[in-house]
C-alpha cells in the first residue's frame, strides 16, 4: 500500500503582530498563542481544512517553522516556541518608535524557501500586515499555495491573495482551546511588574536617542512594547501623564512647552533649541485559475458542462469562504477560452450556472451579486446565518443599497439597523458594569439583547466586537457610551472604505449613521 500523500509546508510567524492582535480580543487568547504554540501547531497540523481539496487524503508536513519575535519585549515566549521546533528569529526594534525589521526578514526568508531545491507546496503566514500582498501573488503565479492567519484588520487584497484564510473564531475555540464561552475571566496584571518594565524602556530609548523624545512617541512606544499595559488603563494610573509621574525618572526632566522627555546632562541646549521630533517608520487579487486543481480526465474538453461544474466544485471545495460568482465567471473564462460569446447558448454566465449541476455547491443569489457555497461547511460570508434564517435584511429600506458595501468592506456583520443599536447600547452597559474579556462581554451582551426583545447570535456580536477590537478601539481607554460607540462603529466603516478606495458620498454617511441607531419597529417585537 502507498504512503498518503504529504503537502510540503512552511510557517512564517510574525510573532509580534499576532500575539498584540490576539491581545486586543482577550490578554488569555495572546498568552495562550506564545505559551503554547505545540497545541496549536498541531491544530494546523492534523486539523486545519487544505488550501485546495485533494482527490484523495493529504497529510500536511509543516517541515520550516519560522517565528520572528522582538527580544526586547518577547523574551519569555522563545523556551515555547524552541520546544515547537521553531526557528526563532530575532527581530529587535530598529527606531526609538519601536519599529523592527520583521517584514523585511520574513519577505527574504519565504523568497528563499520558495527557490530551495525542496519544493514547498503551501506556504502559511501568521500576520494581518497587508504589506505581504505582494508576496502572496508572487507565490500563487508560481503555483504555490497560501494560507494566512490575520489577528487584525485586513485589506479586501490581501485576502483575495491567499488560498485559505484561518477563521479567527475557529482558531481561537479549537486550536488554543477557548471552546467554552464561560471561561474564567483573565487575572489582573501585575502593575508593579508593568512600572518596572515601562521604567526601563524609557531609560533605554532616551539613552539611544541623540535628541528629546516627544511625549507622543514616547506613548506610543510603551503602549506597544510593554505588553498589557493600555489595557491595565497605565497600570491603575488612568492616564499617560498620570502614569509617566509614578516612574522612577530622575534626572530626566519633561518640557511642557517642547513637549518631550529629555536628559538635562546630556542635552542641556535642548530647551533653547527644537530638535526635529523623531519621525515613526510604519513597520489585491481575484482568485486565480492557478489557485484550482486542473479538470480531470473525467471532465474532458470535449465536455465543457462537465468541465466548468467541475471548475466550480473545485473552487467551492477550496475556499474557507462562500465564492463570489463574479470570481466563478473569471476563473471560467481563463479554463473554457471563449466560453462568454455566449456562455453555451444561454446568454449570460447567471443563466449558465441555473442549469449546472455541479456536486457539492448551492448558489445564493440573495446578496451582491450571488455567491457559490458548500451548504455543509459555508454560511454566505456577508450575510449572516442569523440574517439568513429571520429574514432579517429589509428589502424595503431604501438605506440598504447604500450601507451594505460599507458593512461589507469594513467586516463587519450584516445586520439590521435596530440589531446595531442593541448591541451597542448593549456593549456601553457592558463595559459600565465591569471590565472587559472578550467571552464575557460577549455573553453579557447577547443577555441585554435578549432582555431587550432582540435576538442577536453570537457570531453577529464576535464579528462586530472584532471590527471595532481591531481597528484601534480600547475597551479599558476609548469612550464607551452609546453614543460614542456609534461613532466609533461608523468611523471604521468609513475608514476602512477610504482605505479601499471606495467613494462616499454625504447621503452614504447619512445612511450609515441612520442603519446603527435605526429603532426596532414595532412589529419586529
Not at 505559551?35 to 494546523?44: F, I, K
Not at 520546544?83 to 523568497?111: Q, R, Y
Not at 508593579?192 to 535628541?211: F, I
Amino acid at each position: 500500500m502507498s504512503a498518503t500523500p504529504t503537502l510540503k509546508s512552511a510557517l512564517f510567524v510574525d510573532f509580534d503582530n499576532v500575539y498584540s492582535g490576539l491581545r486586543r480580543l482577550d490578554v488569555a487568547y495572546a498568552e495562550a498563542f506564545a505559551s503554547d504554540p505545540l497545541r496549536w501547531l498541531n491544530w494546523v497540523t492534523t486539523q486545519l481544512a487544505m488550501p485546495l481539496a485533494p482527490e484523495a487524503p493529504v497529510q500536511r508536513r509543516i517541515l520550516v517553522r519560522r517565528c520572528y519575535l522582538n527580544p526586547v519585549m518577547y523574551q519569555r515566549f522563545r523556551f515555547g516556541f524552541s520546544k515547537a521546533g521553531f526557528e526563532i528569529i530575532d527581530c529587535p526594534p530598529m527606531t526609538s518608535a519601536g519599529k523592527t525589521s520583521t517584514d523585511i526578514h520574513m519577505v527574504l526568508d519565504m523568497v528563499d524557501v520558495l527557490q530551495s531545491p525542496t519544493h514547498y507546496d503551501e506556504f502559511i503566514v501568521f500576520s494581518a500586515d497587508a504589506d505581504f500582498t505582494p508576496l502572496l501573488r508572487k507565490l500563487r503565479r508560481d503555483d504555490r499555495r497560501t494560507t494566512i492567519f490575520a489577528a487584525g484588520a485586513t485589506s479586501a487584497s490581501y485576502d483575495a491573495s491567499s488560498d485559505l484564510i484561518i477563521d479567527p473564531d475557529a482558531f481561537v475555540s479549537e486550536a488554543l482551546g477557548f471552546g467554552d464561552e464561560d471561561s474564567t475571566p483573565t487575572a489582573p496584571p501585575d502593575f508593579e511588574s508593568l512600572l518596572s518594565q515601562a521604567e526601563a524602556l524609557v531609560w533605554s530609548v532616551v539613552d539611544k536617542s541623540p535628541e528629546p523624545i516627544m511625549l507622543p512617541a514616547l506613548t506610543r512606544i510603551l503602549a506597544t512594547q510593554v505588553p498589557g499595559l493600555t489595557d491595565s488603563r497605565w497600570a491603575g494610573r488612568g492616564t499617560f501623564t498620570g502614569f509617566l509621574r509614578d516612574l522612577t525618572l530622575d534626572p530626566l526632566r519633561i518640557d511642557r512647552e517642547n513637549n518631550w522627555l529629555y536628559d538635562p546632562r546630556r542635552l542641556r541646549g535642548a530647551g533653547n533649541g527644537a530638535p526635529e521630533a523623531p519621525r515613526n517608520v510604519r513597520a489585491d487579487a481575484p482568485l486565480s485559475p492557478s489557485s484550482v486543481a486542473a479538470p480531470t480526465a473525467a471532465a474532458p474538453a470535449s465536455d465543457p458542462r462537465a468541465q466548468i461544474e467541475r471548475l466550480l466544485a473545485d473552487a467551492v471545495a477550496a475556499s474557507a469562504r462562500p465564492v463570489a460568482v463574479a470570481r466563478l465567471a473569471h476563473l471560467v473564462r481563463q479554463h473554457v477560452p471563449g466560453i462568454d460569446t455566449d456562455w453555451l447558448g444561454h446568454g449570460t454566465f447567471k443563466r449558465l450556472l441555473e442549469t449546472l449541476h455541479a456536486p457539492g455547491v448551492e448558489i445564493s443569489w440573495s446578496h451582491l451579486g450571488g455567491h457559490a457555497l458548500d451548504p455543509q461547511r459555508h454560511a454566505p460570508d456577508f450575510l449572516s446565518q442569523s440574517a439568513a434564517t429571520a429574514g432579517d435584511l429589509p428589502s424595503h429600506d431604501p438605506r440598504w443599497p447604500q450601507v451594505a458595501p460599507m458593512l461589507q468592506v469594513a467586516s463587519l456583520p450584516a445586520m439590521s439597523g435596530y440589531k446595531y443599536r442593541a448591541v451597542l447600547q448593549a456593549l456601553s452597559t457592558a463595559l459600565a458594569e465591569g471590565p472587559y474579556a472578550l467571552a464575557h462581554t460577549s455573553k453579557r451582551i447577547h443577555e441585554l439583547c435578549l432582555d431587550a426583545h432582540v435576538s442577536v447570535s453570537r457570531p453577529d456580536i464576535h464579528a462586530l466586537l472584532r471590527a471595532l477590537l481591531f481597528n484601534g478601539f480600547d475597551p479599558t481607554t476609548s469612550p464607551t457610551s452609546f453614543d460614542d460607540l456609534v461613532a466609533t462603529t461608523c468611523g471604521v466603516a468609513l475608514a476602512a472604505c477610504e482605505r479601499e478606495g471606495m467613494t462616499i458620498s454625504d447621503a452614504d454617511r447619512a445612511a450609515l449613521l441612520g442603519w446603527v441607531v435605526s429603532e426596532q419597529e414595532k412589529h419586529d417585537v
